[in-house]
């Protein structure tokens, strides 16, 4: 008999500053997939995301690099423990010591970071979690990296990969066992 837990992932959903409301389809995914409660990887941009998003079920979330203002009281990263499983939820950017020098590196290259910048960065700042989530780059991916499973759910408004459409994420937890998975918002 399976006792699977599912968990709501999504990032940067970035209302209004480039969506107007949040994603039409994000509130009947997680319905559907029955989420117990819902983390928010940073980049929420105004408190009405976190009410509409805590009326399918309870919200989580950390600071993003947008949330400055309006949802300034949000952790930079925080620990949540479902069951037997710590999750590590941040929204990648680390803070704005470090925000700013990614933008000044980018800048100066013209590229992006790579893909594994912000995955390394997360793994090294949070090596205790069964699972590590984490939004900023727009790119959704679930990936083993050793023991840690590490999600990015990507964009809920906005892919940086101009093919993909947004998304969100499920995390099935089963005692110790954890999968993730990633939902397109066609």
Not at 14 to 27: A, C, E, F, K, T
Not at 125 to 153: C, S, T, W, Y
Request: proline fraction near 6%.
């Amino acid at each position: 008999m399976s006792n699977e837990i599912t968990i709501g992932l999504i990032a940067d959903t970035h209302v209004p500053d480039r969506r107007r409301q949040l994603h039409p389809n994000v509130v009947s995914t997680f319905e559907k997939a029955g989420v117990a409660q819902i983390l928010h990887a940073g980049d929420i941009s105004v408190p009405r995301v976190l009410q509409q998003l805590g009326e399918i079920a309870p919200v989580q979330a950390v600071r993003g690099n947008r949330d400055w203002f309006g949802l300034a009281s949000l952790p930079i990263s925080r620990t949540v423990e479902i069951g037997e499983v710590r999750v590590g939820l941040t929204h990648g950017h680390v803070g704005w010591r470090m925000y700013v020098k990614d933008k000044l590196a980018f800048l100066f290259s013209g590229r992006p970071q790579s893909f594994d910048y912000f995955t390394d960065r997360v793994v090294a700042a949070m090596p205790d979690m069964d699972a590590i989530v984490f939004g900023h780059n727009h790119e959704p991916f679930v990936r083993k990296i050793g023991d840690q499973l590490v999600i990015n759910p990507g964009s809920a408004c906005c892919q940086m990969l101009p093919d993909k459409p947004p998304s969100v994420a499920l995390l099935h937890i089963d005692g110790k066992k954890v999968r993730g998975e990633i939902v397109f918002l066609e």
